[in-house]
Structures are given as C-alpha cells and as structure tokens.
C-alpha cells in the first residue's frame, strides 16, 4: 500500500539556521508532489507544488526538491524564524483523476530564537 | 485568507446520533474534498464532489456522505457517530477538471468530539 513518511519527531532549528524537513514515499508514482503549512486548530494552508520533471521549485526562502530516483523530498526554509515554527505535510499527487490528496503525517517544526 | 468556511467550529455529539457539517468553497472554485484529521495525523481524504457529483472517495463506510449545492457550497454528513469519528473535520476547495494540479485551500475545520 502508499506510504508516506516524514520525520517523526520534532525538528528543533536555531533561529537564522535553514531548516530541512524530508518527505519519503513507497508504493507511489506521483506526477506531483505539494508541501503544506498547518498552524495548531487551523487547516493547511498550500505552500508549494512541484512536478517530477522539475528537481527543485523556490519561493522567497522555501525551497522543494523532488527525486523521483530515491522517491524523495526535501524541503528547505533558509534564514528560518519563530514565526515559521508550524507543521508541515507533505502530500505526493499522481494526479489526473478525483483521487483527494494523500498526506504524510507532517513535521512539527520548532525555530528556537 | 482563503475563502473557505466551514460551520460550525465546535460540535459535541453522543454515539450513536447523526451530524451535519457546512462548507463554503472559495469563490471561482467547483470542486469541494472533504477529509479527516485525528489527533497528531495528516488529513485522510474523505471524498470529493466536483460540479455537484462525488467523484472520488476515500476508505470511508457508507455512513459518511455528502452533497454538493449548485452555489459549489457542500456538506458532509455522518451516520450512527462512533467514538473514533472524534476529529477536526477539514473542507478544501480546488479548481477541478484537465490542467489543474489540486491546490486545495482548506477551511479552519469544524472540530467534532463524540462523547
């Protein structure tokens, strides 16, 4: 069956510091991959989408890489602050059909001043 | 902001009853998902209704349905609750058909807690 996976325990990063959060996949071909921003009691809010045929996507100081080899992605805040301190899910996307998306359990990132 | 909203925030419901939760989709947007967030989870999609047909569902029981309104608004609805149906309940609309890449702007979620 699909298995998302993402780093399970809390990611502690100095202030100023980038921070990477990794998001692996099995059993997936995904033709897209979306990363999401979720604050405590609120939905997610969509960062970023990459496609398999691009290796890495930026914005502002996000950046996405896509691997489709190691069936992997990597995502990047450079020059992290408090206020990016959130949970963040990844959810690879075959697309093309009604299929909803498919999310990781998502990374509690936590950016210490 | 995103546009989507849901109703109600908090609901307390006992086993057993039945309930109905509301979603307004963002504007321009004809495709409504709803899913399913337990406690420390990612979302688990629920279903997905696209110009007012489901068209996708997620592994869900029958007790879970919905409906979509000519307004692109919906509402899911959940039979004979059960205890583990405890969640936040998130709605996220996208603009559906060829060409898009489902972008789903979420809701705030209703939180329901079945006692």
């Known amino acids: 069956s699909q298995k998302i996976e993402q780093n399970s325990e809390a990611l502690n990063i100095q202030e100023g510091k980038t921070a990477t959060l990794t998001c692996n996949y099995t059993?997936?071909?995904?033709?897209?991959l979306q990363w999401y921003r979720q604050d405590p009691g609120r939905g997610p809010v969509f960062l970023l989408l990459?496609?398999?045929?691009?290796k890495e996507k930026r914005k502002e100081r996000l950046k996405v890489t896509f691997d489709t080899t190691l069936k992997q992605s990597l995502f990047h805040i450079t020059a992290s602050q408090p206020a990016d301190s959130a949970t963040y899910l990844c959810?690879?996307?075959?697309?093309?059909?009604?299929?909803?998306?498919?999310f990781g359990k998502g990374t509690h990132l936590i950016i210490q001043p | 902001e995103t546009g989507v909203t849901q109703s109600p925030t908090h609901l307390i419901k006992t086993r057993g009853q039945q309930v109905t939760l509301r979603c307004s989709s963002q504007?321009?947007?004809?495709?409504v998902s709803w899913y399913q967030q337990a406690l420390g989870q990612g979302p688990q999609f629920i279903f997905q209704?696209?110009?007012?047909?489901?068209?996708g569902r997620g592994n869900f029981p029958p007790r879970f349905s919905g409906l979509q309104f000519p307004n692109y608004s919906s509402e899911l609805n959940v039979n004979a609750l059960e205890l583990d149906d405890s969640a936040l309940y998130l709605c996220?609309?996208?603009?559906?058909?060829?060409?898009?890449?489902?972008?789903?702007?979420f809701g705030p979620g209703t939180r329901l807690t079945v006692l």
């Open positions: 504007s321009g947007h004809n495709t």
């Open positions: 996220a609309s996208s603009l559906g058909g060829s060409g898009n890449y489902n972008e789903q702007f």
């Open positions: 959810a690879p996307y075959r697309g093309g059909g009604a299929d909803g998306l498919t």
């Open positions: 209704y696209y110009r007012e047909e489901e068209n």
């Open positions: 990459i496609r398999e045929n691009e």
């Open positions: 059993n997936y071909s995904p033709a897209y």
